[in-house]
Nanobody
Framework: QVQLVESGGGLVQPGGSLRLSCVASGFTFRKYAMNWYRQAPGKERELVAYVSNNVDRTNYADSVKGRFTISRDNAKNTVYLQMNRLKPEDTAVYFC???????WGQGTQVTVSS
């Protein structure tokens, strides 16, 4: 059973930074790619970033390219999202997910506001 626990969200001013973490369990983490998603109020969940299982490939939504960096530590079963130069439009609940498996964590709220 996939279990995902996100953390690291909070309130930050525009231009600030946050680092999100997602600890995974219930599957062989090192064998699976991982995604970060976000869902803003009244909007559908959108894919933000992707990292392959061995970190040789990453991909980003155009809206975050150059500002966000996805990474992972397979020894710690953890995937990270470093978010820099945050904008108010980045405000959302952020979730990690496994592309090939079902299951969601509770998410972590990111609010960018002055």
């Amino acid at each position: 059973q996939v279990q995902l626990v996100e953390s690291g969200g909070g309130l930050v001013q525009p231009g600030g930074s946050l680092r999100l973490s997602c600890v995974a369990s219930g599957f062989t983490f090192r064998k699976y790619a991982m995604n970060w998603y976000r869902q803003a109020p009244g909007k559908e969940r959108e894919l933000v970033a992707y990292v392959s299982n061995n970190v040789d490939r990453t991909n980003y939504a155009d809206s975050v390219k150059g500002r966000f960096t996805i990474s992972r530590d397979n020894a710690k079963n953890t995937v990270y999202l470093q978010m820099n130069r945050l904008k108010p439009e980045d405000t959302a609940v952020y979730f990690c997910g496994v592309p090939q498996l079902s299951g969601w964590g509770q998410g972590t709220q990111v609010t960018v506001s002055s």
